[in-house]
C-alpha cells in the first residue's frame, strides 16, 4: 500500500488513482520516487495501465512548498526525478491512459502529457500556472505538450499561464477526447486491442 495511490487490476489493465489528503494529488518529492518504484515494478509484466485522480482532481503538480525550499543543485536533483518519472510513462511497453476529471495543473499536466492517451470529463481544466510564479516546468512538458498542441499553441499555454477546459483541449489536440467517465472510455478504448479487458 501506497500513501499516494492505489493499483487495482481489472481484467487485464491495471488502474493507478493518484491520492492525497487533502485529494489535490501533488506530486511530492515522495510520491514521485513512489510512483518511479512503481512503475518500474510494473514494467517487468506490462498490461495497460490507466492513471487516475478524483473528481476534482487528476493532480494539482507539484508540491509549491517543496520547490520554494529548492538551492540550485537540489532544484536540478527535482527536475531529473520528475523527468525519470515522465521518461518512464512515455516508455512503458503497454499503452499508457491519463483518465482525467477536474483540474489538471502543473506537474500533473506533465503527468497527462508523459501517458500515450488522454481522456477528458466534460469539467477538465488543464493549465501549466507556473509562469504566473516566475516557474517553468523541468519535467518535460516545455517539449511534450509542443509536439501535440504545436509550439505557438503551447507558448501561449506556459507563457500566458492560461487555462484550457476540455472542449478547448479537445479542439487543440491535448486531449484524445472527452466522456462523462473518462475511466471508462480508456477502457473501452483499450479493450479494442486487448479484448480480455472490461469494467
Request: with cysteine; net charge neutral.
Amino acid at each position: 500500500m501506497s500513501p499516494f495511490f492505489q493499483i487495482e487490476s481489472v481484467g487485464c489493465v491495471r488502474i493507478l488513482r493518484l491520492q492525497s489528503e487533502d485529494h489535490t494529488n501533488r506530486l511530492t518529492s515522495s510520491c514521485v520516487l513512489a510512483l518511479i518504484d512503481a512503475l518500474e515494478d510494473l514494467r517487468h509484466a506490462p498490461e495497460p495501465l490507466i492513471i487516475a485522480g478524483n473528481e476534482r482532481f487528476f493532480s494539482a503538480g507539484a508540491d509549491l512548498g517543496e520547490i520554494a525550499a529548492l538551492t540550485g543543485p537540489s532544484a536540478y536533483r527535482f527536475s531529473e526525478m520528475g523527468q525519470t518519472l515522465m521518461n518512464l510513462l512515455e516508455r512503458f511497453p503497454a499503452p499508457v491512459y491519463a483518465a482525467i476529471w477536474g483540474y489538471c495543473m502543473g506537474g500533473g499536466l506533465d503527468l497527462a502529457l508523459a501517458c500515450h492517451h488522454r481522456i477528458a470529463s466534460p469539467h477538465a481544466v488543464f493549465g501549466h500556472r507556473g509562469a504566473a510564479l516566475g516557474l517553468i516546468t523541468g519535467w518535460g512538458g516545455t517539449q511534450r505538450l509542443p509536439r501535440l498542441i504545436g509550439r505557438a499553441r503551447a507558448l501561449q499555454v506556459f507563457v500566458a499561464a492560461e487555462k484550457l477546459h476540455a472542449q478547448q483541449a479537445a479542439r487543440i489536440g491535448l486531449v484524445n477526447g472527452v466522456a462523462e467517465d473518462p475511466l471508462a472510455e480508456a477502457v473501452r478504448r483499450i479493450s479494442l486491442v486487448w479484448p480480455a479487458v472490461s469494467l
